[in-house]
Structures are given as C-alpha cells and as structure tokens.
C-alpha cells in the first residue's frame, strides 16, 4: 500500500460499499465485519448443482436432486441470498453497481482461482434490451468483467434474450421453466463453439436461467459450461 492509499485509508474517503461506513481499506473494498455477515457458502461443501449448501452426503443437494439434470459441469456461488449479501445484492442491482462491482469481481476471481477450472471464455446472462435500457447496465456483464479482467480472460456477450421474461416472481415453479427455456438465442456462435465457458450472473434461484442459457451454449458448439453467481437463494425462496 502506499503513501495516498494510505492516506485515503485514514481518512476513510472510499469506505466498503456495502455498509457505507467500513473501512474500505482505501479502494472501497468490502470491510471485515461486512464480509464475516455475507454469510459465505464454504465451497469444499457446496453443492456441484447449484453451489449452494448441500444438504446431502452427494454431490448434489437435495433440491437439485429433484430437478432435472444441470447441463453445466459444476457450479459455484459465494453467499446466501439473505440478510446482508441479499442487501449488497440490491444495492448492486439498483444503481451502486461500480463501486459494488469491483470488490465483487475480487472475491469472485479468487473463488474461481481456487477451484482451477478450465476456462477460455467468460458469458454473462443477458438483460432483455428493454430492461437493459431501462436500468441502463447489466449487473451480470459488469461482474463478468472484474472477474475477467483479475484472471485475464475474455468476456463476450454470447447470449441474447428473445423476449423479456416478465413477471417471473408471480408465476408458478412450472410455468417459470416453460417461460424461460426459449428466451436466449446465440448471438455469434463462433464467440463460444470449442470453448470452455463459465457462465456468469448474480443470483441463482431455480437454476431455470442459467438451464436455459447453457443448453443454447452447449447447443451451438460450447465445449462445457460452469455457473459462476454471487448468492444462492436458500431453498427456492427466491424473492426477486
Ligand atoms: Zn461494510
Ligand atoms: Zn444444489
């Protein structure tokens, strides 16, 4: 650290994004305490479907017991989605999303370092254009970014959404599989036929989006996918 660095640390000019008064350690990194009250998954017990805590001696929890198989090799999310990482969560959704983003990227690179995958190219999911114009950013494509830039590796916005995917939160389990398998299509399949790819977005709920996303990767040529989000929802109480 130097000298300014650690003048701005004294000062706490860039404190931790999440909690707004932490030491931010001079570059708005997340602090300490914040950090203890993410509520992290530990990834050597996870579950492989859906990076969640698993409940079971399997590789898989006993929700994604239940679901059809998961297209992707494996899969890993950092938090549960509660308490203060559903907080930072919103937060990062609904416009803190640069300063959020790059402690984010850090955590989520190292994450990802650890588990040694193969990757030659990062995905992010998709915004539907309308949304993406409405909220200006997509939260998905920025984490993808940071994670990119500290592990040096592409980013190309393969996918992209054929029709919004509506008030996905008032529909029934069922019917939000129906509505979300043919939403995606493949921009330029030359971006992803061959490669290894890890597909990035912020929440994990049913799994359906990122079902759907991987099945049209694998489909046009994507060697492999693993899923790479943020925060599980605990159980499939995922109030989006
Ligand atoms: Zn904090
Ligand atoms: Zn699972």
Known sequence: MNFFQQTLRFFNLFPCPACGEGD????????????KKFGAIDPAKRCH???????????????????????WLDALSLFRYENEARE????????????????????????????????DVIVP???????????????AELLARQIGDHLDLP????????????????????????????????????????????LVDD???????CDAASRVLLQNGAKSVRVFTICRTVGYAGRM
């Open 49 to 71: 479907g859906c990076g969640g805590d698993n409940d079971t001696a399997l590789a898989l929890c006993s929700l994604c017991l239940q679901e059809k198989k998961r297209p």
């Open 88 to 119: 930072m969560i919103l937060k990062f959704k609904s416009g803190n999303h640069g300063v959020i983003a790059r402690p984010l990227g850090k955590l989520a690179a190292c994450a990802i370092a650890a588990e040694a995958w193969k990757i």
């Open 125 to 139: 999911i998709p915004l539907h254009f309308l949304r993406k114009f409405k909220r200006t950013y997509n939260q």
């Open 203 to 209: 929440v994990f709920t049913t799994g359906a989006t």
């Open 24 to 35: 931010g350690n001079g570059v708005n990194d997340f602090c300490p305490e914040c950090r």
């Open 155 to 198: 980013v190309e916005n393969a996918l992209t959404r054929r029709y919004a995917a509506g008030k996905q939160a008032a529909r029934s389990r069922i019917g939000r599989h129906r509505s979300i398998r043919h939403q995606f299509e493949i921009g330029d399949f030359r971006r992803i036929a061959g490669r290894d790819v890890l």
